[in-house]
């Protein structure tokens, strides 16, 4: 990872390469000529931990609006259903972690990729955008991982 920004989760740290945009939906979004690839922010990932189920509830060349739900993530700490970042087009799956979603949590910001699509990216926020984003949302986090911890 060329240059990244951190942001702090406890006693954790998430770090997020600063050559892409981010979704406050937690994924990360990589332009990729006139097409984005998205995956699972490192914030994402360490919530989630040890992701090991992906299922996709659309098709390749599906057209989507913001929000729509697109598939499901089961992992050791939640079940999640998956909405889209952006609206646009569906163009590919990344059929490998269909089979093996361990990628997901190897390598975030790589061969764990999601999914790509063909869309403007106008709701993506700018990496510091992100951090804010995340500095906004942490101390609800961290209550529902005290309450999810107090369950179990």
């Known amino acids: 990872m060329s240059s990244a920004l951190t942001f702090r989760m406890g006693r954790f740290v998430a770090e ?12 990360w979004a990589q332009p990729r000529g006139d097409l984005f690839r998205f995956g699972f922010t ?4 360490r919530l989630l931990q040890d992701v090991y189920f992906l299922d996709w509830t659309v098709e390749p060349a599906t057209r989507l609006q913001l929000r729509q739900e697109i598939g499901a993530i089961e992992s ?8 889209a970042p952006i609206a646009g087009a ?10 093996d979603p361990s990628a997901i949590n ?30 906004a949302v942490w101390p609800v986090t961290q209550r529902t991982i005290k309450g999810q911890l107090n369950e179990s």
């Open 16 to 27: 997020f390469p600063t050559d892409r945009c981010y979704a406050k939906n937690h994924m």
């Open 42 to 45: 490192a914030y994402a990932v």
């Open 76 to 83: 050791k700490k939640a079940e999640s259903t998956l909405f």
């Open 90 to 99: 569906l163009t590919a799956f990344n059929d490998q972690l269909l089979a």
């Open 106 to 135: 190897l390598d975030t910001y790589g061969t764990g990729w999601l999914f790509e699509m063909r869309g403007a990216g106008a709701d993506l926020l700018t990496p510091e955008q992100y951090l804010e984003h995340l500095a």
